[in-house]
């Protein structure tokens, strides 16, 4: 399994700030995803990174609030932009290889805003 | 809307005891199935994946699948305190389809 590293581990920011959380994996890997879990809560996909191309957002996200990049086939980033402390959760990168339908995640960013 | 539902616990079993955790799902087109392992303050960790009918065993775990009835499972044999932990029951749609669509969650103690 690919082994993915995410940063800032945590972090507490200030309301209407932005923070971009890093994702970086192992090896070449066809699909990368962002999730957020909120507190007690289980896993809600935010978006799939698309290598190339604009990623692919799920109802109740959108792309000036959450702007994704996937710049090649290893790394993503995730923007928290404007943030409210509703947006206080952690943020999951995962990733899954060519032909695999298993996904496996990073550690985790946590958020607290202020 | 796909929907996964787990029983929702919390479920406590004894050490030593089987675990049985459970999972249906809404979307009939589901081919693959997995189940995660959360401990409290980490990421989700994949323990285990079914993709046919039946069982499937890996030490400790094992999965059971029935697609006609759109329910999965997973048993944890001779439970350890270490297998205290939420348990994610995800499913990935037939096809092109690429995302997973996860459970709540059961939240599993096991007491020594």
């Known amino acids: 399994s690919a082994v993915i590293s995410q940063k800032p581990s945590r972090d507490i920011c200030q309301r209407g700030t932005s923070l971009t959380i890093q994702c970086q994996v192992d090896?070449?890997?066809?699909?990368m995803f962002w999730y957020r879990q909120q507190p007690g809560q289980s896993l809600t996909l935010i978006a799939t990174?698309?290598?190339?191309?604009?990623?692919?957002?799920e109802s109740g996200f959108v792309i000036d609030k959450f702007p994704i990049s996937r710049p090649n086939l290893t790394f993503s980033t995730l923007t928290v932009s404007n943030m409210s402390p509703e947006d206080s959760s952690i943020y999951l990168c995962?990733?899954?290889?060519?032909?695999?339908?298993?996904?496996?995640f990073g550690p985790g960013t946590r958020l607290t805003v202020l | 809307q796909k929907e996964v539902e787990q029983n929702s616990g919390p479920l406590s079993v004894p050490e030593g005891a089987i675990a049985s955790l459970n999972c249906t799902y809404s979307?009939?087109?589901?081919?693959?199935f997995f189940w995660y392992r959360q401990y409290s303050g980490k990421s989700p960790e994949l323990i285990m994946s079914?993709?046919?009918?039946g069982d499937k065993e890996d030490g400790r775990f094992t999965a059971q699948l029935n697609k006609a009835s759109q329910y999965v499972s997973l048993l944890i044999r001779d439970s350890q305190p270490s297998d205290s932990a939420t348990y994610l029951c995800?499913?990935?749609?037939?096809?092109?389809?690429?995302?997973?669509?996860f459970g709540k969650g059961t939240l599993l103690t096991v007491n020594p």
């Open positions: 079914i993709y046919s009918n």
């Open positions: 990174a698309n290598q190339g191309s604009e990623a692919t957002y």
């Open positions: 995800a499913v990935k749609g037939g096809g092109s389809n690429y995302k997973l669509t």
């Open positions: 995962s990733a899954s290889g060519t032909g695999q339908d298993e996904q496996f």
């Open positions: 090896s070449q890997v066809t699909m």
């Open positions: 979307d009939r087109g589901s081919q693959s």
